[in-house]
Structure formats: C-alpha cells, structure tokens
C-alpha cells in the first residue's frame, strides 16, 4: 500500500490549500487516515482523523474551525482543508492509514502506512 501525498506548497497567512492523499495498492478491508505534521525542529503531531466511513472526525485544537478532513471512499483519497492559514501551520504534512473498523480513531495507535510529506509554508 502506498500513500502519495499532493497539494503543499507557499502560501501567504489568511490563505487557504487543500492537501491530498491517494492511496494505491491492495488493502484488505477499511482503514481510517489521519494527517499529521512536523515543524523544522519540533517532533510530528497529530493534526486531524478520520474513520474508515467518513462519518467520524478528530482534530487537534490549534486546528479546530480552520482545517477539515475528508475522504473520497471511492475514490481511496483523502484531504485537509486548510484555511485561515497561519505561520505556525508551516511544516511538512504527511498522510497516514491504518486497518480499522471503529467509530472512534485514537491518533496514538500506530499506523500502518505514511506517506514521504508534502511541504507548506504559511508566510506572514
């Protein structure tokens, strides 16, 4: 399984960018998907879930009425749409799935597949 990652790049603060991310390859049942970021010096966090039907989301609050995950079922891609972009937002943004049948989806749980990153930088 393979997760490609799309849509980073630069953008001005107030701005907004969708970010993609396809899957590809042979999954054996239903997954969630989460993104997750990683800031020039600082650690990977969890910024948003989603579950295997879509109908479930998490989000980590500095995110929360800026960004919106999504999936495309059908068409195994996922997004985040992000708005009111801030500098704070800049980081390499990476794609991740997981086999998984629950409503509810704990980021913490290890994660089957990551995608290599898509960069964003938010300038002020």
Known sequence: VQLVEAGGGLVQAGDSLRLSCAVSGRTSGTYA????RQAPGKEREFVATINWSGTSTDYQNSVK???T?????AQNTAYLQMT???PEDT???YC???YSTRV???PSNPWD???KGTLVIVSS
């Open 33 to 36: 998907m989460g993104w997750f």
């Open 65 to 67: 009425g800026r960004f």
């Open 69 to 73: 995950i999504s999936r495309d079922i």
């Open 84 to 86: 009111m972009l801030k």
């Open 91 to 93: 980081a390499v943004y």
């Open 96 to 98: 991740a799935g997981r």
């Open 104 to 106: 509810v989806v704990n």
């Open 113 to 115: 597949w990551w995608g």
